[in-house]
């Protein structure tokens, strides 16, 4: 299995800072990374694939960079909605796994 | 617009078999890939597995031996069955669609299965 690691596992923010979560592979897996926004008791969303295109309809503050076993998801300005638990993935093997998760709140 | 809905019981007794169905509206199940994820209470998320509507199927090796996932094209669903289940079982349970790029793209509101006696 390839194992996800992410970092900080928290943090604590304010409205309008820019944030910067880390996510790590075990193994080089190309560009085969998601991101995922979750918000308490809702389903995943996914924000971000193939580790730095935009999905459909989610704000252009979110972004996404990296390539081989480091990537990072950036929100340049953090907005209210944001305050959530953020998860990548990867996608490169057949056995998908998720990183631990790093939980956003408000400072 | 896509949208997906697990139903199936909430409580289930340590050793039986965990069994949930996912109800596919606004598209056909046909010619995509479908998936189920867990999240234990106040944990990660966790794949579990995926089926192609031809009936093809990818389990996460660590539940292989417990896991059948299978489709039912003609009423637009798919199933998981989840064998000799124990308390570390209960999680919300989640379908989503999964895409051959490795995303899920959309998800059902999920449903927490509780494995007590």
């Known amino acids: 299995d390839i194992q996800m690691t992410q970092s900080p596992s928290s943090l604590s923010a304010s409205v309008g800072d820019r944030v910067t979560i880390t996510c790590r592979a075990s193994q080089s897996i190309s560009s085969y990374l998601n991101w995922y926004q979750q918000k308490p008791g809702k389903a995943p969303k996914l924000l971000i694939y193939a580790a730095s295109s935009l999905q459909s309809g989610v704000p252009s503050r979110f972004s996404g960079s990296g390539s081989g076993t480091d990537f990072t998801l950036t929100i340049s300005s953090l907005q209210p909605e944001d305050f959530a638990t953020y998860y990548c993935q990867q996608s490169y093997s057949t056995a998908l796994t998720f990183g631990p998760g790093t939980k956003v709140d408000i400072k | 617009q896509v949208q997906l809905q697990e139903s199936g019981p909430g409580l289930v007794k340590p050793s039986e078999t965990l069994s949930l169905t996912c109800t596919v509206s606004g598209g056909s199940i046909s010619s995509y890939y479908w998936s189920w994820i867990r999240q234990p209470p106040g944990k990660g998320l966790e794949w579990i597995g995926y089926?192609?509507?031809?009936?093809?199927?990818n389990y996460n090796p660590s539940l292989k031996s417990r896991v059948t996932i299978s489709v039912d094209t003609s009423k637009n669903q798919f199933s998981l069955k989840l064998s000799s289940v124990t308390a570390a079982d209960t999680a919300v349970y989640y379908c989503a669609r999964f895409t051959v790029a490795g995303t899920l793209g959309y998800w059902g509101q999920g449903t927490l299965v509780t494995v007590s006696s």
């Open positions: 089926i192609y509507y031809s009936g093809s199927t």
